[in-house]
């Protein structure tokens, strides 16, 4: 099973920007997508953002689209996700996870369709 770490989250101020990472285990990375996902207190977690790994294809949460980018780096097996014009309402705790391969019962914005996950890193934004 893929190993996921997060860095990077922490405390800005609204409008700030911050740049999630998220380095894989394995050297050999052949994994389907990777997608972050966030959650705040209270609510159930929500996708944020989905790439392909071999074409690079990506997908967004309605609300972060023009503001968050999602990428990676091959070579260094890492997925980052670049925070910019970052809101309050974009406080939570943001997991990377990895998709090993398609699945039939969840479309890639559901959690269920994901096999690894990291421990997760705190974003706060302050008002």
């Known amino acids: 099973q893929v190993q996921l770490v997060e860095s990077g989250g922490g405390l800005v101020q609204a409008g700030g920007s911050l740049r999630l990472s998220c380095a894989a285990s394995e050297r050999t990375f052949s994994s389907y997508r990777m997608g972050w996902f966030r959650q705040a207190p209270g609510k159930e977690r929500e996708f944020v953002a989905a790439i392909r790994w071999i074409t690079g294809g990506t997908d967004y949460l309605d609300s972060v689209k023009g503001r968050f980018t999602i990428s990676r780096d091959v070579a260094k097996n890492t997925v980052y996700l670049q925070m910019n014009s970052l809101k309050p309402e974009d406080t939570a705790v943001y997991y990377c996870?990895?998709?090993?391969?398609?699945?039939?019962?969840?479309?890639?914005?559901?959690?269920?369709?994901?096999?690894?996950w990291g421990q997760g890193t705190q974003v706060t934004v302050s008002s």
């Open positions: 996870a990895v998709q090993g391969s398609y699945s039939e019962t969840y479309t890639y914005k559901e959690a269920g369709a994901y096999d690894s």
